[in-house]
């Protein structure tokens, strides 16, 4: 290799190295400042055994889970209890958040994704989601946005999303993506209580009472005895199949949900002064006086009192619940609906 030769490939390895220099200076430029967050818990310090309450706040409700020495209640519900799994499941799910995406955010973008604090009387605000300490204080908190799809969809309110856009309050500028659709985050207390309801289980006696004053009322003398209706007039039959399913549907009650304090206040929000009347006894001799209000969308508003001394039963009690129209139906049927039809063709 002579002189000439050597200069000229120093010069060259100079030349490349310099380059492929100015490629990875150029090529760190273009990176995100916050690209070391990529799949990093986006609530680094949240922990389970820390979390105290939950507030989830939305432009017209909020909605505070509390706990407490016997479980989850619902604070704007006069400490309804709230469904344990799901408090759970809620909590485990923001610790394990990932961030999956992280881009700078502008005021114009931040309203667009409806990532604006709510509170402010706007209508991009989003879902604001506190995770309070025994303190009261602030854990750690979230603002959720708009879905995420990896698809179109028609119908984006009601389609089941592939992520949402999140937003630390600390940092407004930074948008970040999350794989889960945090479908669990509302202020809807329907989709936090404890549904199960209280039950009226072998049924001995059951009537049923309607405002006007008309009524009617079976009753048998034991678990696979014959149903007999009181005061049953002359050709007048029972149909034994309606009378089963009246009886029966007070043991399937489930909850859609639980009334505020202002409507158990006043019985004229609920229908609850003027009511339908059950009044039901088991066979085990427990008795059950039950209310039935105004219909609200397809729920009943309902309150009862037992002799039952069951502890969900009696807390159950303290409450305007509302219970789904289709448990109903078969009980509240009219006298003549639960008798058989005469054939007309006979006299």
């Not at 048998?220 to 007048?236: I, M, P």
């Not at 549907?249 to 009334?259: F, I, N, P, Q, R």
């Given at each position: 290799?002579?002189?000439?030769?050597?200069?000229?490939?120093?010069?060259?390895?100079?030349?490349?190295?310099g380059?492929?220099?100015?490629l990875q200076q150029q090529e760190t430029?273009?990176?995100?400042s916050?690209v070391?967050?990529l799949?990093?818990?986006?609530?680094?310090?949240?922990k389970?055994?820390?979390v105290a309450?939950?507030?989830?706040?939305e432009p017209k409700?909020t909605?505070?889970l509390?706990r407490?020495?016997?479980?989850w209640v619902?604070a704007?519900?006069?400490?309804?209890?709230?469904d344990?799994?799901?408090?759970r499941e809620?909590?485990?799910k923001a610790?394990?958040?990932?961030?999956?995406?992280?881009?700078?955010i502008g005021?114009k973008?931040?309203?667009?994704?409806?990532l604006?604090?709510?509170?402010k009387?706007n209508?991009?605000?989003?879902?604001?989601?506190?995770?309070?300490?025994?303190d009261g204080?602030?854990?750690?908190?979230?603002i959720i946005?708009?879905k995420?799809?990896?698809r179109?969809?028609?119908?984006?309110?009601?389609?089941?999303a592939?992520?949402?856009?999140?937003?630390?309050?600390?940092d407004a500028?930074t948008?970040?993506?999350?794989?889960?659709?945090?479908?669990?985050a509302?202020?809807r207390s329907?989709?936090?209580i404890?549904?199960?309801?209280?039950?009226?289980?072998?049924?001995?006696s059951?009537?049923?009472?309607?405002?006007?004053?008309?009524?009617?009322?079976?009753?048998?003398?034991?678990?696979?005895?014959?149903?007999k209706?009181?005061?049953?007039k002359?050709?007048?039959?029972?149909?034994?199949?309606k009378?089963n399913a009246a009886?029966?549907?007070?043991g399937?009650l489930?909850?859609?949900?639980v009334?505020?304090?202002?409507?158990?206040?006043?019985g004229?929000?609920?229908?609850?002064?003027k009511p339908?009347?059950i009044?039901?006894?088991?066979?085990?001799?427990v008795?059950?006086a039950?209310k039935?209000?105004?219909l609200e969308?397809d729920?009943?508003?309902?309150?009862?009192?037992t002799?039952?001394?069951q502890?969900?039963?009696?807390?159950?009690s303290?409450?305007?619940?509302l219970?789904?129209?289709s448990?109903?139906?078969d009980?509240l049927?009219?006298?003549?609906?639960?008798l058989?039809?005469?054939?007309?063709?006979?006299?």
């Amino acid at each position: 290799m002579n002189a000439r030769f050597a200069a000229i490939l120093v010069v060259l390895l100079t030349v490349l190295g310099g380059g492929a220099l100015l490629l990875q200076q150029q090529e760190t430029a273009r990176r995100p400042s916050n690209v070391g967050e990529l799949g990093q818990r986006l609530l680094k310090d949240l922990k389970a055994a820390d979390v105290a309450a939950i507030r989830i706040v939305e432009p017209k409700a909020t909605l505070t889970l509390q706990r407490r020495d016997d479980g989850w209640v619902i604070a704007e519900r006069d400490a309804f209890p709230a469904d344990l799994a799901k408090v759970r499941e809620f909590v485990l799910k923001a610790i394990e958040l990932k961030v999956g995406q992280s881009e700078p955010i502008g005021d114009k973008d931040r309203a667009r994704l409806n990532l604006d604090e709510p509170g402010k009387k706007n209508e991009t605000a989003g879902t604001l989601v506190e995770f309070l300490g025994q303190d009261g204080k602030a854990l750690a908190k979230v603002i959720i946005g708009k879905k995420f799809f990896k698809r179109e969809v028609d119908s984006p309110e009601k389609a089941p999303a592939d992520g949402r856009f999140v937003m630390r309050p600390e940092d407004a500028a930074t948008v970040f993506l999350v794989s889960d659709p945090l479908s669990q985050a509302n202020a809807r207390s329907a989709d936090w209580i404890d549904r199960s309801s209280f039950k009226v289980e072998k049924v001995k006696s059951l009537g049923v009472r309607y405002p006007g004053g008309d009524g009617w009322r079976i009753e048998r003398a034991a678990d696979n005895a014959d149903w007999k209706l009181a005061g049953a007039k002359a050709g007048e039959k029972l149909e034994i199949t309606k009378a089963n399913a009246a009886s029966y549907s007070l043991g399937l009650l489930e909850l859609a949900d639980v009334a505020p304090k202002a409507v158990k206040e006043d019985g004229k929000m609920s229908g609850l002064d003027k009511p339908i009347l059950i009044n039901a006894t088991t066979l085990a001799g427990v008795s059950y006086a039950i209310k039935v209000g105004r219909l609200e969308q397809d729920n009943y508003y309902v309150g009862f009192s037992t002799s039952a001394d069951q502890p969900r039963e009696k807390l159950l009690s303290r409450h305007v619940l509302l219970v789904p129209k289709s448990k109903l139906e078969d009980t509240l049927k009219p006298r003549a609906e639960l008798l058989e039809k005469r054939d007309r063709g006979k006299k």
